[in-house]
């Protein structure tokens, strides 16, 4: 148990006392307090909303209640101090051994130190890229990878049982462009001359080897016959070769999906329809015709009767087709039945989509509310795109697929870590610069050198162990000076904000808090530059030496949690 999950039960015994002694109504809702250091940490240590949160209910001022519960925290034997700010907010300072406890506590639990079961087990469904499968990935899937993979892990570890999905988009009017793309690459394949590629098929090289491969199967049996004898076959190939090179870019950044979802096969089987008949059961779909066009009405608009989905009921603007007038369906149609599918196996959905979904938010969260009666949450992050820079310039790369620089581009110039970590260095909805020169310099000023340097210090501090005759560290840090017993304090809270984030689905948290380990780590470090005594390794004071060693592997193995939640490694030397 944590030192702020240990106060978080500290505080609801106090609570449970006063309620025994009729000081405190019982049954009151405790949901909302919190437990966290003080904003100044000359306050204290740890701190409680409690009293403000549980004043109005139990009809009492939160002054008087504060002070009833400071009463009993004073009596803990790890507080040495226990007072009440302003309108009631209750501050603690704690004995130097809750601390000491605490750096004990990482080197035992280890990998699992921030680990929480906070999420109770519950099914989470992640779904992130699921780019159309007409090409390698490009750097606008990059961010929207990094963001849904981390999240996922970030959201595994704080105690829920996740999914994590890709939704191939493999119906509709994309994949037959692409099928068409490839045969005349296939027409090429086999000797044709086939001159420039006509205007909205897909230039990219990389259809030529599923071209060859039909060409070496098939010889020139489709080459003049009418399209509807060769567009299955070569859709489906080419679908399955860009799917595999997919993989192969996502494996790069070292993401492997759970699940693969076809919209082909789910419409083959009916999916939609059965969304359709669910919704009409249930009053939520009807017959309708859709308002005309604001503003100046096309002049070959009609009113045709579509079935229309009742998203007006559940905050959207207005009512949304499901099919089209020839009788297929819409995106919204389809994508109302895949997320009706998989919130079967699932209590929590969550998206990760582009930014320049927004517009379809509002009505697929009305849909998910009305096909699950509002039983399971679903949660839409927006990832904003991603601009190129070099030296803080427009940077343009070769492009290999046609038109857009790839994810294998990038990761192959930076890196797999560099890309990761700078891609969670900002929020999802916030715009981003990726600057080609910054991502690999060695300064303060990448978080990514910066965090990936303070472990390799440390690893270098346990290599240097026998040089300074020090066998192992020392079990029990009781030589800790004060800035040195900081350092700890900030390293406690990792299990918080691991919650923190896990619960506000932001895993870029974890790499701020990340710049601020490293950034108190090298303080730490650089202080023996000024001060020999204060240098870690002593080769006349072992036993001290012994005892710095084990706050750096506690930051260390910090630092390795936390990169771990990103997908990035945690290395023991840079080049």
């Keep these: 148990m944590t030192l702020f999950s240990r106060f978080t039960d500290h505080i609801n015994a106090a609570l449970d006392a006063l309620v025994a002694r009729d000081a405190l109504p019982a049954g009151l809702d405790r949901s909302a307090i919190s437990v966290e250091p003080p904003r100044d940490p000359a306050h204290g240590d740890v701190a409680t909303n409690a009293a403000m949160v ?116 493999d119906a509709g009017a994309q994949v037959d462009v692409l099928a068409r793309s490839v045969h005349m690459r296939y027409r090429e394949a086999l000797g044709e001359d086939i001159g420039a590629i006509p205007e909205g098929l897909y230039p990219g090289d990389y259809l030529k080897p599923v071209a060859a ?35 192969g870019d996502l494996a790069k950044l070292g993401i492997h999906h759970d699940l693969f979802s076809s919209e082909a096969q789910l419409q083959a089987e009916g999916k939609p329809a059965d969304a359709e008949k669910w919704l009409r059961d249930h009053g939520l779909v009807y017959d309708g015709v859709l308002e ?18 009742r998203s007006t009921q559940f905050g959207d603007d207005q009512d949304r087709p499901i099919k089209k007038s020839d009788g297929s369906w819409t995106y919204f149609g389809a994508d109302l039945a895949y997320h009706f599918q998989k919130s079967q196996d699932a209590d929590e959905l969550i998206d990760i989509w582009g930014a320049d979904h927004a517009g379809t938010v509002k009505r697929i969260k009305a849909a998910v509310a009305a096909l699950t009666g509002g039983t399971k949450k679903f949660d839409v992050k927006l990832v904003q795109m991603v601009r190129l820079l070099k030296n803080g310039e427009p940077f343009k790369m070769s492009k290999r697929a046609g038109n857009f620089v790839t994810l294998a581009d990038i990761v192959d110039e930076v890196g797999k870590d560099a890309v990761r970590f700078t891609m969670l260095t900002r929020k999802a909805d916030a715009q981003m610069d990726f600057d080609f020169a910054k991502v690999v310099e060695a300064s303060r000023d990448n978080p990514v050198f910066y965090v990936q340097y303070a472990h390799a210090r440390i690893a270098s501090l346990k290599r240097k162990l026998a040089e300074a005759g020090v066998a192992e560290a020392a079990p029990i840090p009781a030589r800790l000076a004060d800035y040195e017993l900081a350092i700890v304090k900030l390293l ?83 080049n």
């Design 492 to 574: 406690a809270q990792f299990p918080r904000i691991v919650e923190s984030a896990a619960s506000a689905r932001e895993p870029h948290r974890i790499a701020f808090f990340l710049g601020e380990v490293a950034a108190a780590f090298h303080a730490w470090w650089n202080m023996g530059n000024d001060r020999p005594e204060a240098r870690v390794i002593l080769a006349n004071d072992p036993e001290l030496t012994a005892t710095r060693l084990y706050l750096a592997d506690g930051i260390g193995q910090v630092i390795r949690n936390g990169l771990h939640l990103m997908g990035v490694e945690a290395l023991e030397e840079l």
């Design 213 to 247: 491969k039909l060409a070496a199967e098939y010889g020139d049996r489709y080459v003049g016959a009418p399209e509807e004898a060769w567009l299955g076959l070569f859709r489906a190939e080419a679908v399955s070769a860009m799917m595999d090179m997919i993989r």
């Design 54 to 169: 549980l004043a109005k209910p139990a009809a009492t001022n939160p002054r008087a209640l504060a002070e009833a519960l400071v009463a009993e925290l004073g009596a803990l034997g790890e507080v040495t101090e226990a007072s009440v700010a302003g309108p009631g907010f209750i501050n603690m300072r704690l004995a130097d051994d809750s601390w000491r406890d605490e750096l004990a506590l990482i080197h035992a639990e280890a990998a699992d130190y921030g680990r929480s079961n906070m999420g109770e087990g519950r099914r989470v469904n992640v779904e992130y890229v699921s780019a159309n499968p007409t090409g390698p990935m490009h750097v606008g899937h990059c961010r929207g990878a990094v963001v849904g993979d981390a999240l996922a892990a970030l959201l595994e570890y704080a105690g829920h049982a996740v999914t994590r999905e890709y939704y191939v988009n």
């Design 292 to 309: 005309a066009p604001k503003g100046e009405t096309p002049e070959d608009w009609e009113p045709v009767e579509l079935p229309l989905f």
